[in-house]
């Protein structure tokens, strides 16, 4: 908004003027521009008994927690599980120690925002991006963790890592362009992935390696090529299918 065109307003609204010229006098900066939320797309299997079972913990939350406090569980939890991973390099119990520490992660990462929502103490800006930067630090702790476990490679945990950067990325874009904040993909969401890492550490306890047609390979690594696959899969088909709705959305106006 332009000098002229704004005193045209204030000149329209004269309550706004002096709320304005109080403010100035003040000192006190205006409010924050105003956020559209964007509508939380989650579809997975799990999805439908996951609310209830949040929406109960968080009414029976005491007082004295906080979302920011979840919050805090859930990212710690996620730094743990990788310093578990690497423990179990040298001793199996850093598998329990890691599914221990995977439950914790659900808790903390899903009931923040449910808890926010029961007790109408809701930031969505401050909670989006604090929620996913400490997502995108934790599943570098959690990748690098399991590489130090000798249960899965280097270059599977590497590339795992930027597969679900790169399909965050078109997820939080697709937030900003389309107000749509898309939580599962077939199906299967972050409880859904957490289930199955929880499952494939109860296999590595027996067995942390399979044969097949004479050769061994490490059941995670075989794992980890399946999903970064699937995510690579998943963030062709978003981006091709986002581009043309943009397209159609924002035609040339000549």
Request: hydrophobic share 45%.
């Amino acid at each position: 908004m332009n000098g002229s065109t704004r005193v045209e307003v204030l000149q329209e609204n004269p309550g706004r003027a002096g709320t304005e010229a109080r403010r100035a006098q003040a000192g006190v900066a205006a409010g924050p521009p105003a956020f559209r939320n964007a509508r939380r797309d989650q579809k997975s299997i799990s999805s439908r008994l996951e609310r209830q079972v949040l929406t109960w913990l968080a009414e029976r939350t005491p007082d004295c927690v906080t979302s920011d406090h979840l919050t805090l569980l859930g990212s710690v939890s996620m730094f743990l599980a990788g310093v578990w991973y690497a423990i179990a390099r040298w001793n199996h119990l850093g598998l329990l120690g890691a599914t221990l520490c995977i439950g914790l992660n659900w808790l903390g990462d899903s009931l923040d925002g449910t808890l926010a929502r029961v007790r109408n103490r809701q930031r969505p800006r401050y909670g989006f991006y604090v929620d996913h930067m400490l997502d995108t630090f934790g599943a570098l702790f959690l990748t690098s963790g399991l590489a130090v476990s000798g249960y899965v490679s280097w270059p599977v945990a590497a590339g795992t890592l930027v597969a679900f950067l790169v399909l965050s990325i078109e997820v939080y874009l697709a937030a900003y362009t389309l107000a749509s904040f898309r939580l599962s993909f077939w199906k299967l969401g972050p409880t859904e992935l957490r289930l199955l890492l929880v499952a494939a550490n109860l296999v590595l306890w027996y067995r942390p390696t399979a044969r097949a047609l004479g050769t061994s390979y490490r059941l995670l690594d075989f794992g980890g090529c399946i999903a970064i696959a699937g995510m690579a899969v998943a963030t062709v088909i978003a981006t091709a299918a986002h581009i043309g709705r943009l397209y159609r959305e924002e035609p040339l106006v000549s």
